[in-house]
Structures are given as structure tokens and as C-alpha cells.
């Protein structure tokens, strides 16, 4: 499944032809830190063989690679809320280091979240942002996303205490 944007970004279902590319993209620990401690570093080639195949069990997918120019520029994807919180979908996305800076995540937010919305019967799609991470934070606001609530002292990574911030998009509120 391929879902086309502009500007050669397509979201694109994780297969084979990501497998040589993921590995070296996503072992920078400039990623890592921005993302939970379940996303490995280092990102090894094991790491990224696991990766796809564990993403091509979904259907409708729930995660997607993000390509420019059909090169592949980072992740994006969401997990559904469990029990009674499956009115939630938790979004995450990452942008390698050489593709930051170009739109690349704002836009595939938008892309992502219509899609989203479109497959599954969710009300809502949030995303937590540590509180060092102003990139992130701008990207959500640009695609729509808004404040809805800082978490004190809600995590710790590399040992410190932050704040976590949380976006919200609720459906029937989309920009």
C-alpha cells in the first residue's frame, strides 16, 4: 500500500526493499533519544529484519515508511489503545538526521492521520513529545494537532526527569 502526498513523500507499507536502508537510518542515537526506550540502539540489522516482518501481519497496516524522493526518511505509525481506551490510537513518527528540516514530518503527519481515520474507527489520535523535543512539538502544531495536556515529571531518559507534552487530534476536529 502506498498512500501518495506531495512534494515525493509517499507513506508506504515496510517491506524488503526498506531492509538494507532502515538499519544504518535509524542507529543514530539523535533518534533514539527522542523516541521510547523500546526503539533499540544500537539499531542493528536484526533490529530492522524484526521491524518489517513484525509490520506485515497488520491490515489495514498501522505503520508505514516514510519515502522521499524514493528513499527512504523515516517511520511513521500508531498503536491502538487497549480495553477501554480503544477509542485511542498513540501516534509516533521519526525523520533520519538528512531529511529534517524539509517538511518531510509535518507532512506525512497529515497524510498519516487522514489515513488513520479513514481505516480505523477510532475518536481520537494522540502523540507524547519529551520536553526537550521542540521539533516534534512543531511539527504536530503544523499538522493540526493542539495541546492538551503536560504530564510533570512524566518521564526519564539518560537519567533526567522531564515533562511530557501531549497532542491531541479528536475526529471531527481535523484542520
Known sequence: MVITGERQINLVTWNEAHFHQLYPLANNPK???NLKDSFPQPYTIHDARHWIEHNQKFNPPQNFAIEFEGRLAGSIGAE????????????GF????????KGIATE???????????KFEIQRIYAQVYDYNG????????????P???LKKAFI???????LFQYVMVR???A
Open 172 to 174: 471531527g476536529e481535523t
Open 135 to 146: 521539533s516534534s512539538m512543531n511539527v504536530l502544531e503544523k499538522a493540526g494537532y493542539v
Open 31 to 33: 533518534i533514539a533519544m
Open 157 to 163: 531518559k539518560n537519567n533526567t526527569v522531564g515533562d
Open 108 to 118: 506525512s503527519v497529515k497524510l498519516f492521520t487522514k489515513y488513520i481515520f479513514e
Open 148 to 150: 492538551e495536556a503536560i
Open 80 to 91: 491502538r489503545g487497549k480495553a477501554e481506551l480503544r477509542t485511542n490510537m498513540e501516534l
Open 94 to 101: 521519526w525523520i533520519g538526521e538528512p531529511f529534517t528540516g
